[in-house]
Each structure stands twice: as structure tokens, then as C-alpha cells.
């Protein structure tokens, strides 16, 4: 069975930090782009980060410096590690997994998505 489970969310004040964790099972991430999208309440989904085969990363603007990703072959997870949050930052976010790397870009096409993990950031 080809899963992706994306967990970590929760409620956190502004300037904390979380670990989103993507797990995949059924398939290697070896061979795959992944990516972490967010769709916030009234909001068009955005890529928030991604990660190539060959280990190149994306970070949109409003994250960096504050957001890093990356991998572990061995637990077959990707993680997204969220610092000083803001407000802003409050939204649904999704992992998602493609062979391709402008699929994953894109949003669309994609191969695999998780389920979604809801991260709520307090003023």
C-alpha cells in the first residue's frame, strides 16, 4: 500500500517552532522529489519548499531563513522544520512526493500527496 503521512502540526505562539515529519511507505523517496505544500483558510495552496533527488532545495520567500528541510533515507521520512513562526504561517500543509521535480513545483501531476497536517500559529 503506497502511503504518504504527513504529521508535526499543532498549535504553537508566534516565535516557536515545529517539525513537520513526511513519511512514506510503500515506496522509496530515493527516486522522488518531495515538497511541502500549505493552503491557508480563503488561500490558493503555495509550495512552500522542495526538495530534488540530487538534493537541491526551495524555499519560498516568506520562509526563508526561518524553515529548513530535509530527508532521512534511512526512516524513508522528509521533514520540515518550522522556526519563528508567525501568524501567517497558519495553514493546512501537505507533503507531496513526485518522481518529477516540476510536478512537485507545480502542484500538479503529483505522484503522491499526504493527508495534511494543521498548523496553527497564535498572536
Known amino acids: 500500500d503506497v502511503q504518504l503521512q504527513a504529521s508535526g502540526g499543532g498549535l504553537v505562539q508566534t516565535g516557536g517552532s515545529l517539525r513537520l515529519s513526511c513519511a512514506a511507505s510503500g515506496f522509496s523517496f530515493d527516486d522522488y522529489a518531495i515538497g511541502w505544500f500549505r493552503q491557508a483558510p480563503g488561500k490558493e495552496r503555495e509550495l512552500v519548499s522542495c526538495?530534488?533527488?540530487?538534493?537541491?532545495?526551495y524555499f519560498e520567500d516568506s520562509v526563508k531563513g526561518r524553515f529548513t528541510i530535509s530527508r532521512s533515507n534511512a526512516k524513508n521520512t522528509v521533514y520540515l522544520q518550522m522556526n519563528s513562526l508567525k501568524p501567517e504561517d497558519t495553514a493546512i500543509y501537505y507533503c507531496?512526493?513526485?518522481?518529477?521535480?516540476?510536478?512537485?513545483?507545480?502542484?500538479?501531476?503529483?505522484?503522491?500527496w499526504g493527508q495534511g497536517t494543521l498548523v496553527t500559529v497564535s498572536s
Open positions: 507531496a512526493a513526485d518522481r518529477t521535480l516540476s510536478d512537485v513545483q507545480s502542484g500538479f501531476g503529483v505522484d503522491y
Open positions: 526538495f530534488s533527488t540530487v538534493g537541491g532545495t
